[in-house]
Protein backbone atom coordinates (compact mmCIF):
# COMPACT_ATOMS: atom_id res chain seq x y z
CA UNK A 1 0.00 0.00 0.00
CA UNK A 2 1.12 3.65 -1.01
CA UNK A 3 1.22 5.87 1.82
CA UNK A 4 0.45 9.80 0.82
CA UNK A 5 2.45 11.82 3.43
CA UNK A 6 1.09 14.70 5.05
CA UNK A 7 2.86 18.27 4.70
CA UNK A 8 4.72 17.42 8.27
CA UNK A 9 5.94 14.39 6.92
CA UNK A 10 6.99 15.79 3.32
CA UNK A 11 9.36 18.11 5.79
CA UNK A 12 10.71 15.95 7.47
CA UNK A 13 11.61 13.89 4.05
CA UNK A 14 12.88 17.29 2.94
CA UNK A 15 14.69 17.70 5.47
CA UNK A 16 16.74 14.48 5.35
CA UNK A 17 17.32 15.04 1.53
CA UNK A 18 18.67 18.14 2.09
CA UNK A 19 21.46 16.64 3.46
CA UNK A 20 21.80 14.10 0.48
CA UNK A 21 22.34 16.56 -1.58
CA UNK A 22 24.29 18.15 0.54
CA UNK A 23 26.85 15.33 0.78
CA UNK A 24 26.85 14.02 -2.74
CA UNK A 25 27.69 17.72 -3.63
CA UNK A 26 30.57 17.79 -0.70
CA UNK A 27 31.66 14.44 -2.43
CA UNK A 28 31.92 15.74 -5.91
CA UNK A 29 34.66 18.20 -4.87
CA UNK A 30 36.52 15.27 -3.62
CA UNK A 31 36.43 13.36 -6.46
CA UNK A 32 39.95 13.07 -8.22
CA UNK A 33 42.72 10.51 -9.31
CA UNK A 34 44.41 9.46 -6.12
CA UNK A 35 41.22 9.12 -3.90
CA UNK A 36 40.05 6.28 -2.19
CA UNK A 37 36.55 5.24 -2.18
CA UNK A 38 36.87 4.68 2.20
CA UNK A 39 37.93 8.37 2.17
CA UNK A 40 34.43 9.53 0.56
CA UNK A 41 32.56 6.91 2.34
CA UNK A 42 33.92 8.61 5.78
CA UNK A 43 33.63 12.26 4.78
CA UNK A 44 29.55 11.02 3.60
CA UNK A 45 29.36 9.54 7.82
CA UNK A 46 30.92 12.85 9.42
CA UNK A 47 29.26 15.06 7.21
CA UNK A 48 25.58 12.85 7.92
CA UNK A 49 26.59 12.73 11.41
CA UNK A 50 27.36 16.51 12.27
CA UNK A 51 24.36 17.23 10.53
CA UNK A 52 22.11 15.04 12.72
CA UNK A 53 21.21 12.03 10.40
CA UNK A 54 22.08 8.34 10.06
CA UNK A 55 23.31 6.69 7.27
CA UNK A 56 20.67 5.08 6.03
CA UNK A 57 22.24 1.98 4.28
CA UNK A 58 24.83 1.16 6.91
CA UNK A 59 23.86 -2.05 8.39
CA UNK A 60 20.93 -2.34 5.91
CA UNK A 61 20.18 -5.80 4.14
CA UNK A 62 17.82 -9.21 4.35
CA UNK A 63 20.95 -11.36 5.09
CA UNK A 64 21.70 -10.36 8.77
CA UNK A 65 25.45 -12.50 7.84
CA UNK A 66 25.75 -9.44 5.06
CA UNK A 67 24.92 -6.32 6.04
CA UNK A 68 26.31 -3.47 3.78
CA UNK A 69 28.98 -2.18 5.62
CA UNK A 70 29.23 1.73 4.83
CA UNK A 71 27.95 4.78 4.06
CA UNK A 72 27.63 4.97 0.32
CA UNK A 73 27.10 3.34 -2.74
CA UNK A 74 30.55 3.56 -5.06
CA UNK A 75 29.87 2.18 -8.11
CA UNK A 76 33.08 2.59 -10.54
CA UNK A 77 32.45 2.46 -14.25
CA UNK A 78 30.96 -1.07 -15.24
CA UNK A 79 29.78 -1.41 -11.60
CA UNK A 80 26.07 0.10 -11.82
CA UNK A 81 25.16 0.06 -7.99
CA UNK A 82 25.48 -0.75 -4.82
CA UNK A 83 29.39 -1.05 -4.74
CA UNK A 84 31.33 -1.40 -1.29
CA UNK A 85 33.73 1.49 -0.26
CA UNK A 86 37.24 0.12 -0.11
CA UNK A 87 41.24 0.96 -0.77
CA UNK A 88 40.31 1.46 -4.41
CA UNK A 89 41.63 4.87 -5.92
CA UNK A 90 40.34 6.65 -8.46
CA UNK A 91 41.74 6.29 -12.07
CA UNK A 92 41.52 9.70 -14.13
CA UNK A 93 39.10 8.16 -16.82
CA UNK A 94 36.81 6.20 -14.47
CA UNK A 95 33.43 7.46 -13.28
CA UNK A 96 32.17 6.71 -10.06
CA UNK A 97 28.32 6.77 -8.99
CA UNK A 98 27.74 7.77 -5.74
CA UNK A 99 24.13 6.80 -3.85
CA UNK A 100 23.26 8.22 -0.40
CA UNK A 101 20.82 7.50 1.86
CA UNK A 102 20.15 9.63 5.28
CA UNK A 103 17.46 8.84 8.27
CA UNK A 104 16.87 12.17 10.44
CA UNK A 105 14.01 11.90 12.82
CA UNK A 106 12.56 8.78 11.55
CA UNK A 107 12.28 10.28 8.04
CA UNK A 108 14.66 9.01 5.06
CA UNK A 109 16.12 10.43 2.03
CA UNK A 110 18.16 8.94 -0.91
CA UNK A 111 19.85 10.17 -3.78
CA UNK A 112 22.46 9.75 -6.18
CA UNK A 113 24.63 11.35 -8.87
CA UNK A 114 27.47 10.15 -11.32
CA UNK A 115 30.96 11.93 -11.11
CA UNK A 116 33.58 12.31 -13.52
CA UNK A 117 37.48 11.96 -12.42
CA UNK A 118 39.65 13.61 -13.91
CA UNK A 119 38.89 13.72 -17.77
CA UNK A 120 36.78 11.15 -19.22
CA UNK A 121 36.07 9.56 -22.49
CA UNK A 122 33.03 11.53 -24.68
CA UNK A 123 31.16 8.38 -24.68
CA UNK A 124 30.95 8.05 -20.64
CA UNK A 125 30.23 11.85 -21.05
CA UNK A 126 27.58 11.19 -23.23
CA UNK A 127 26.19 8.18 -20.94
CA UNK A 128 26.05 10.53 -17.56
CA UNK A 129 24.02 13.26 -19.31
CA UNK A 130 22.04 11.20 -21.26
CA UNK A 131 21.33 9.21 -17.86
CA UNK A 132 20.51 12.96 -16.07
CA UNK A 133 18.52 13.95 -18.63
CA UNK A 134 16.07 10.75 -18.28
CA UNK A 135 16.14 11.84 -14.46
CA UNK A 136 14.57 14.94 -15.26
CA UNK A 137 12.00 13.63 -18.02
CA UNK A 138 11.10 11.02 -15.48
CA UNK A 139 10.65 13.76 -13.04
CA UNK A 140 8.11 15.68 -15.22
CA UNK A 141 5.76 12.65 -15.34
CA UNK A 142 5.79 12.40 -11.80
CA UNK A 143 2.68 14.94 -11.34
CA UNK A 144 -0.82 13.55 -9.82
CA UNK A 145 -3.28 12.09 -12.16
CA UNK A 146 -0.64 10.88 -14.22
CA UNK A 147 0.19 6.81 -14.24
CA UNK A 148 2.92 5.42 -12.77
CA UNK A 149 4.65 3.83 -15.71
CA UNK A 150 4.32 7.40 -17.22
CA UNK A 151 7.90 7.99 -15.52
CA UNK A 152 9.08 4.58 -16.41
CA UNK A 153 8.17 5.55 -19.99
CA UNK A 154 9.41 8.49 -20.03
CA UNK A 155 13.32 7.40 -18.74
CA UNK A 156 13.14 4.29 -21.29
CA UNK A 157 12.64 6.12 -24.35
CA UNK A 158 15.21 8.69 -23.82
CA UNK A 159 17.82 6.28 -22.93
CA UNK A 160 17.04 3.73 -25.83
CA UNK A 161 16.60 6.90 -28.17
CA UNK A 162 20.25 7.65 -27.42
CA UNK A 163 21.35 3.51 -28.04
CA UNK A 164 21.77 3.35 -24.78
CA UNK A 165 20.15 0.70 -22.09
CA UNK A 166 17.97 0.51 -18.99
CA UNK A 167 18.20 -2.00 -16.15
CA UNK A 168 15.70 -4.08 -15.78
CA UNK A 169 16.81 -5.82 -12.50
CA UNK A 170 16.46 -2.26 -10.23
CA UNK A 171 13.72 -0.17 -9.55
CA UNK A 172 13.05 3.46 -7.89
CA UNK A 173 10.58 2.86 -4.93
CA UNK A 174 8.51 4.95 -2.71
CA UNK A 175 10.48 6.67 0.26
CA UNK A 176 9.71 8.12 4.20
CA UNK A 177 9.52 5.98 7.57
CA UNK A 178 10.95 3.13 5.35
CA UNK A 179 13.81 3.38 3.03
CA UNK A 180 12.22 1.30 0.26
CA UNK A 181 8.40 1.68 0.29
CA UNK A 182 5.62 1.10 -2.15
CA UNK A 183 5.24 1.66 -4.87
CA UNK A 184 7.85 0.26 -6.97
CA UNK A 185 8.78 2.73 -10.08
CA UNK A 186 10.63 0.70 -13.20
CA UNK A 187 12.52 2.53 -15.48
CA UNK A 188 10.90 0.90 -18.25
CA UNK A 189 7.68 0.60 -19.42
CA UNK A 190 4.45 1.34 -20.81
CA UNK A 191 2.88 5.10 -20.99
CA UNK A 192 -0.86 4.74 -19.34
CA UNK A 193 -0.44 1.89 -17.32
CA UNK A 194 0.05 1.58 -13.68
CA UNK A 195 -1.55 2.96 -10.74
CA UNK A 196 -2.67 6.53 -10.94
CA UNK A 197 -0.13 8.69 -9.01
CA UNK A 198 -1.59 10.87 -6.19
CA UNK A 199 -0.05 14.15 -4.79
CA UNK A 200 1.83 13.63 -1.66
CA UNK A 201 3.06 10.29 -2.67
CA UNK A 202 7.16 10.68 -2.00
CA UNK A 203 9.53 8.58 -4.51
CA UNK A 204 12.86 7.65 -5.39
CA UNK A 205 12.81 7.65 -9.05
CA UNK A 206 16.47 6.36 -10.01
CA UNK A 207 17.42 5.70 -13.87
CA UNK A 208 20.13 3.04 -13.77
CA UNK A 209 21.58 3.28 -17.77
CA UNK A 210 24.41 1.09 -18.79
CA UNK A 211 26.44 1.66 -22.52
CA UNK A 212 25.67 -1.64 -23.31
CA UNK A 213 22.97 -4.67 -22.94
CA UNK A 214 20.56 -4.00 -20.07
CA UNK A 215 21.74 -6.83 -18.62
CA UNK A 216 23.61 -7.27 -15.17
CA UNK A 217 25.21 -9.75 -12.63
CA UNK A 218 26.00 -9.80 -8.77
CA UNK A 219 29.49 -9.49 -7.70
CA UNK A 220 31.00 -12.16 -5.23
CA UNK A 221 30.25 -9.45 -2.28
CA UNK A 222 26.83 -10.40 -2.56
CA UNK A 223 26.40 -6.41 -3.47
CA UNK A 224 27.58 -4.91 -6.34
CA UNK A 225 25.77 -5.00 -8.96
CA UNK A 226 27.66 -5.01 -12.80
CA UNK A 227 26.94 -4.72 -16.58
CA UNK A 228 27.11 -8.27 -17.88
CA UNK A 229 29.63 -7.14 -20.37
CA UNK A 230 31.75 -5.02 -18.79
CA UNK A 231 30.32 -1.62 -20.58
CA UNK A 232 30.32 1.68 -18.05
CA UNK A 233 26.92 2.58 -16.39
CA UNK A 234 25.97 5.58 -14.86
CA UNK A 235 23.18 6.46 -11.77
CA UNK A 236 21.31 9.66 -10.67
CA UNK A 237 18.68 9.58 -8.81
CA UNK A 238 16.04 12.25 -6.93
CA UNK A 239 13.64 11.71 -4.12
CA UNK A 240 10.61 13.85 -5.21
CA UNK A 241 7.31 14.54 -4.17
CA UNK A 242 3.85 13.94 -6.07
CA UNK A 243 2.38 17.50 -6.89
CA UNK A 244 -0.62 18.66 -8.80
CA UNK A 245 1.06 20.58 -11.48
CA UNK A 246 4.91 19.99 -11.44
CA UNK A 247 6.81 17.11 -9.12
CA UNK A 248 8.49 18.53 -5.84
CA UNK A 249 12.63 17.57 -5.85
CA UNK A 250 13.59 17.58 -2.29
CA UNK A 251 17.44 15.98 -2.61
CA UNK A 252 18.21 20.01 -3.63
Not at 99 to 117: C, L
Not at 152 to 174: I, T
Request: net charge negative; proline share 3%.
Amino acid sequence: MVKTKTEREIALIRESSKIVAEVLRLLESQVKPGVTTIELDRAAEDFIRSNGGVPAFKGYGQDRFNRFPATICASIDDEVVHGIPGNRTLREGEIISIEVGVRKNGYYGDGAATFAVGKISEKKERLMRVTKESLAKGIEKAVAGNHLHDISAAVQEHVEAAGFSVVRDLVGHGVGTELHEEPTVPNFGKAKTGVRLKEGWTLAIEPMVNAGTYKVRIADDGWTVQTLDAEPSAHFEHTVVVRKDNAEILTY
